[in-house]
Nanobody
Framework: QVQLVESGGDLVQSGGSLRLFCAAS?????????MGWYRQAPGKQRELVAF???????NYADSVKDRFTISRGNAANTVYLQMNSLKPEDTAVYYC?????????WGQGTQVTVSS
């Protein structure tokens, strides 16, 4: 079992920055192969934003490349999502996830709102 807690969502103006944080806890955290973020805007499907593997390889959605950076925190099984040059279309609930095959665990979500 893995529990995920996110923080950092807020209201920000277009062009601004935010940093999201996610911490995993539980008995299986050392089996996590990948952590990352999805987001879901109203009326849209949930989409992958970025992930980082156990070996620190990263992957980004095309829409956020060169603006967002995912990284590991100092503590094991913590990740940050640094979001720069935010746009109104980045407005969504952002969900942290952890993948331990064959399971995927989700956080409760944190709201990011970008005003124009």
């Amino acid at each position: 079992q893995v529990q995920l807690v996110e923080s950092g969502g807020d209201l920000v103006q277009s062009g601004g920055s935010l940093r999201l944080f996610c911490a995993a806890s539980g008995s299986s955290i050392f089996s996590i192969l990948r952590m990352g973020w999805y987001r879901q805007a109203p009326g849209k499907q949930r989409e992958l934003v970025a992930f980082i593997t156990k070996d620190s390889n990263t992957n980004y959605a095309d829409s956020v490349k060169d603006r967002f950076t995912i990284s590991r925190g100092n503590a094991a099984n913590t990740v940050y999502l640094q979001m720069n040059s935010l746009k109104p279309e980045d407005t969504a609930v952002y969900y942290c996830y952890a993948h331990l095959p064959p399971y995927t665990y989700w956080g409760q979500g944190t709201q990011v709102t970008v005003s124009s």
